[in-house]
């Protein structure tokens, strides 16, 4: 069974969002391996300068890094990256049951990705051009790999 880790930097603070998450959280459980993995914030001045961003950026970075094994599949979320449709990524992940048996979704702080996580990246994926809050972003990522199974197996979930 493929393992699904969703690494996050942060904690959901809104209750509406963690029972959103839960939900599909409980909604995978039978179809894969599905863990969360929050690593802490960075902590960064009121009005940063570039170089304090860029530190906590590698900091996170370096912490998610840390998470990821060798050969596991990573995805990283970010505004730079591929956009594609609920089918191609349902078919990326059929893909990718066949050499990897665990996939690392990222999502990273407000200030983004290190470069070193991006580097590592097998996919780097966009939910589009729009810019989300990254709590719902862990909501909508959670229910983008839900229908990614409902379609691969072909539910009348995804219509």
């Known amino acids: 069974m493929l393992r699904v880790n969703l690494i996050c930097v942060g904690r959901l603070k ?3 969002l963690s029972d959103a998450v839960e939900e599909y959280s409980r909604r995978l459980r039978p179809l894969c391996r599905f863990e969360i993995i929050e690593l802490p914030e960075e902590r960064a001045a009121d009005n940063p300068s570039d170089a304090e961003i860029a530190a906590v950026v590698n900091a996170e970075g370096d912490r998610i890094l840390g998470r990821i094994e060798r050969g596991d599949y990573v995805i990283a979320m970010c505004i730079e990256g591929r956009i594609i449709s609920s089918e191609e990524l349902s078919e990326r992940l059929d893909a990718v049951t066949l050499t990897n048996s665990t996939v690392d979704v990222v999502i990273g702080g407000s200030w983004g990705l290190s470069d070193a996580l991006k580097s590592r990246a097998d996919l780097r994926l966009s939910m589009g051009r729009m810019t989300f809050p990254h ?3 862990r909501v909508m990522v959670c229910e983008q790999v839900y229908r990614a199974f409902q379609i691969s ?6 219509k």
Not at 153 to 158: A, L, Q, S
């Open 14 to 16: 809104e209750r509406y």
């Open 153 to 158: 197996r072909g539910t009348k979930y995804h």
């Open 135 to 137: 709590q719902l972003c």
